[in-house]
């Protein structure tokens, strides 16, 4: 089976991810809603609390409307768990042969972390040409993906990791980047503190960035 084109395409239309870590799936529909206002219809669910599979569930059958994926999935248990929850696409932070096998056999699209060439090559000889880059900032950021698209010019990036609203026009302006993934549109204190319309406004801010970008 291939990796569905048509989920991937969405995300990649939308220019960013928020990735979102909640510690309460009973504000997962309002956290959806607040980032579709903004005009950004996908969410990444982190598998890093117990509410995250009731919070991808939630979103799946409340905002239809909204692509939710699972992020930080570890293992092929996590990811039959997600799927079985509503995710529809998967994330992980490192790259592991078999966990991506089981999501192109399942046509999940799948976005694996990965930083050395020798990870992006793995990711390659699968049949990927879209990857995670994490943790960006940390690893080399804007200038560390530019180098990398010289010996591949056919990758595309998902850099997530330290980045804030102020550092996405850097990545944005790279020919090799998909999408830009991070916290800073729905962290956890601003969730905790329900401040929905600041979520909203941040989204809205990042996908005008994203706009902007395209115009060029
Ligand atoms: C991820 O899993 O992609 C990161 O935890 C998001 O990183 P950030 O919180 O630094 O944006």
Redesign the pocket.
């Known amino acids: 089976m291939t990796v569905s084109e048509d989920t991937l395409s969405q995300i990649g239309r939308i220019g960013v991810i928020p ?1 979102v870590t909640l510690e309460d799936a009973s504000q997962a529909a309002v956290l959806a809603n607040a980032l579709l206002a903004g005009g950004v219809s996908v969410i990444e669910i ?1 598998l890093r609390t117990p509410a995250a599979l009731e919070a991808i569930r939630t979103i799946r059958f409340q905002v239809p409307q909204t692509l939710v994926g699972a ?2 999935v570890l293992s092929i248990e996590q990811g039959q768990a997600a799927l079985d929850a509503g995710a529809s696409f998967m994330v992980s ?1 490192g790259y592991d042969d078999e966990f991506v096998d089981w999501c192109l056999d399942h046509a999940l699209p799948v976005l694996p972390g990965t930083i050395t060439p020798t990870e992006i090559m793995a990711a390659r000889k699968r049949g990927l040409r879209v990857v995670k880059f ?1 943790p960006a900032d940390v690893y080399g950021g804007p200038r560390a993906i530019k180098t990398l698209s010289d010996p591949f010019p056919d990758m595309k990036y998902v850099p ?4 804030t609203l102020t550092m996405l026009p850097d990545y944005l302006r790279l020919p090799s980047i998909f999408a830009v ?4 549109m729905a962290s956890k204190t601003l969730i905790a503190s329900g401040q929905f319309d600041e979520i909203t406004h941040l989204a809205r801010e990042s996908t005008s960035l994203v706009a902007q970008s395209r115009q060029n």
Request: a neutral charge.
């Open positions: 990735v982190t992020g930080t932070p994490f997530t990791g330290g980045i993934g991070g916290s800073w």
